[in-house]
T-cell receptor
Framework: NAGVTQTPKFQVLKTGQSMTLQCAQD?????MSWYRQDPGMGLRLIHY???????DQGEVPNGYNVSRSTTEDFPLRLLSAAPSQTSVYFC????????????FGPGTRLTVL | GENVEQHPSTLSVQEGDSAVIKCTYS??????FPWYKQELGKGPQLIID?????GEKKDQRIAVTLNKTAKHFSLHITETQPEDSAVYFC????????????FGDGTTLTVKP
C-alpha cells in the first residue's frame, strides 16, 4: 500500500495563477481532508469529504475548491493564488470521519509570489 | 466550535528525562483525542490516541491521560531519546462537529544527548 500520496511536493506560483494539488489514497477510506500548516498555527482544516460526491467546508475554506468523484482521489484547487496561501498543505484520510487515526500524506510546500 | 490549546509551544529536555505536553479542549462532546508526531519534512503520524471512555492509555514509553471533568489531556514520554525530537500535535474530535478534528498549535520537543 502506498498510503496517502500527494503531488507535487513543491510548487511556486505567481499571484492570480490557479493550480490543483493532487491527493490519492489506496486504503479505501471514506473520510478525506485537506489541512494547511502555517508556522506556530498547527493544522487548520480547509475542506473535507465523508465519501464520494460529498464535500463540506472546514475552518479556512476561502479561496479553495474541492471535489470527490471517486473514493480514492480528493484534489484541492486554488482558484486565484494569493501570497496568503503560501503554506504547507497536507491531505489526510481516515476510515471513519475523524474518530479514527488519520493517515497524512507527505505534504505540498506552496509558495505564492 | 471546538477550541484546543496546547502547552508548551517548545520543550527541551535531556536524554533520559521525561517530557509532558498538555492540551485543553472546550467542547464537552469531544470523545476522541489523538496525538501526532511530525518529523521534519514529513506529514504527522499517529503515536497514541485515547477515547472518552478511558482515563489512561500506555504504549511502551508513551502514555496519554484524559480528565473529562477538567477537559484536558496530556502526553507523557518517559526515558526520552534524541529520536523523540519532533513536533507533537494534540487533537480533539467531537460528535457535534461532524467528526472533524481540531488540532492544537503543536509543541516542538528537543531531546539533548
Amino acid at each position: 500500500n502506498a498510503g496517502v500520496t500527494q503531488t507535487p511536493k513543491f510548487q511556486v506560483l505567481k499571484t492570480g495563477q490557479s493550480m490543483t494539488l493532487q491527493c490519492a489514497q489506496d486504503m479505501n477510506h471514506e473520510y478525506m481532508s485537506w489541512y494547511r500548516q502555517d508556522p506556530g498555527m498547527g493544522l487548520r482544516l480547509i475542506h473535507y469529504s465523508v465519501g464520494a460526491g460529498i464535500t463540506d467546508q472546514g475552518e479556512v475554506p476561502n479561496g479553495y475548491n474541492v471535489s470527490r468523484s471517486t473514493t480514492e482521489d480528493f484534489p484541492l484547487r486554488l482558484l486565484s493564488a494569493a501570497p496568503s496561501q503560501t503554506s504547507v498543505y497536507f491531505c489526510a484520510s481516515s476510515g471513519l470521519a475523524g474518530y479514527n487515526e488519520q493517515f497524512f500524506g507527505p505534504g505540498t510546500r506552496l509558495t505564492v509570489l | 466550535g471546538e477550541n484546543v490549546e496546547q502547552h508548551p509551544s517548545t520543550l527541551s529536555v535531556q536524554e533520559g528525562d521525561s517530557a509532558v505536553i498538555k492540551c485543553t479542549y472546550s467542547d464537552s462532546a469531544s470523545n476522541y483525542f489523538p496525538w501526532y508526531k511530525q518529523e521534519l519534512g514529513k506529514g504527522p503520524q499517529l503515536i497514541i490516541d485515547i477515547r472518552s471512555n478511558v482515563g489512561e492509555k500506555k504504549d511502551q514509553r508513551i502514555a496519554v491521560t484524559l480528565n473529562k471533568t477538567a477537559k484536558h489531556f496530556s502526553l507523557h514520554i518517559t526515558e526520552t531519546q534524541p529520536e523523540d525530537s519532533a513536533v507533537y500535535f494534540c487533537a480533539a474530535t467531537s460528535n457535534t462537529n461532524a467528526g472533524k478534528s481540531t488540532f492544537g498549535d503543536g509543541t516542538t520537543l528537543t531531546v539533548k544527548p
